[in-house]
């Protein structure tokens, strides 16, 4: 288990790759905050809250876990992920 000393360093560093990747301060501020909803969203969807998720299937945290370890690959497909979800309905 992370310590809360680890997982704020570890969200620093994303941090630091996103500024390097060229995101301005507002923009990796977005992401990280899209990631945490996700992230959120699928621990109200689990014992023992057991809610129904808003995120359609395949859109989630778990799509996510499941890709490459490589940030900049998450990055990538985190901002596809979004314009899917900012572009209206989507069929599950």
Not at 16 to 39: A, P
Not at 47 to 74: A, M, R
């Amino acid at each position: 288990m992370s310590t809360p000393a680890a997982l704020v360093q570890k969200l620093w560093n994303y941090c630091n790759i996103l500024r390097d990747d060229g995101l301005s301060y507002g923009d990796y501020v977005e992401q990280l905050t899209f990631l945490l909803f996700l992230k959120m969203a699928d621990e109200q969807s689990k014992p023992p809250f057991n809610k129904s998720s808003p995120i359609p299937k395949g859109f989630g945290w778990s799509s996510l876990l499941k890709l490459d370890s490589d940030w900049k690959t998450v990055d990538d497909d985190g901002k596809t992920i979004l314009f899917h979800r900012s572009s209206g309905p989507l069929s599950q």
